[in-house]
């Protein structure tokens, strides 16, 4: 699933390519993604909007729209947006590799632009989700009112992560990182290389933790998620960005992944455990 680095990179990619542009028309395959209204009604209640930008909290896309409208999106496990110019969408792309055909074959959602590029949702195992509402419904939806702060708002201060986590002095760091509900952004890959960084074992019971140790954590979560930006996101599995091209921060990974291979920083072979139904890496011997 794409994480707060991944989320962001398309998010400046939109305000790129298609801020100020307005859409034409719309066509959709899977009328379920659209929550609310059937394909009819979103195709007239779009039309003509303008794009006036795109912003997100955690993993969630909201792109604003002319009319006081906003189009709230959520890529979930295998969704990806895509920019094409008119030009790109008729030849086969040279560059074309094994994920990014895939991700081409499951375009589920269309919306025609102005200018002749498209805007295109492909979603291979279709959880992704498309609302179109009035902005302030859309800030007052139940899952986007439960959001905690995102990772990367300056509201998330050192003070305001020791008040989440004193609210869940019992549970366990590595769970509470990835609770969208407390703080909104981070999953599973980076999670499991903030916490190397940090040097500190996902399993590690918060209250346990000093505030040293706390304070290690809280910087290499903004060191890490910056750092991830800048390098366009993590393509372990099939993530691309809105040209269709991967990331880079999976070359740089740490432990995610690394199974069985030697730490970067130490040699001792990597582990995978289970945290929260998810795998989590460590390296035993650099964290604590
Ligand atoms: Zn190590």
Redesign the pocket.
Known sequence: MPELPEVETVVSDLNKKIKGDMIASFWSEWGKAIKGKSIETFKKEIKNRKILGARRIGKNIFIDLSGGKTLYIHLKMTGHLLVKKKEERSKNKEKSDYFSDRVNQYIRHKFFLKSGRTLEFSDLRKFGKIVLDSTEKINNLKEIKALGVDALDPKFTFQKFQEILRKKSSAKIGIILMDQDLIAGIGNIYRSEIL?DAGILPERIIKSISEKDLRKIYDATKKILKKAIKMRGTSDSDYRDTSGAPGNFQKILAVYNREKRG??????I?QRKVLGQRSVFI?????K
């Open positions: 190397y730490c970067k920083r130490c040699d001792t990597i390296c035993s011997k650099c964290q």
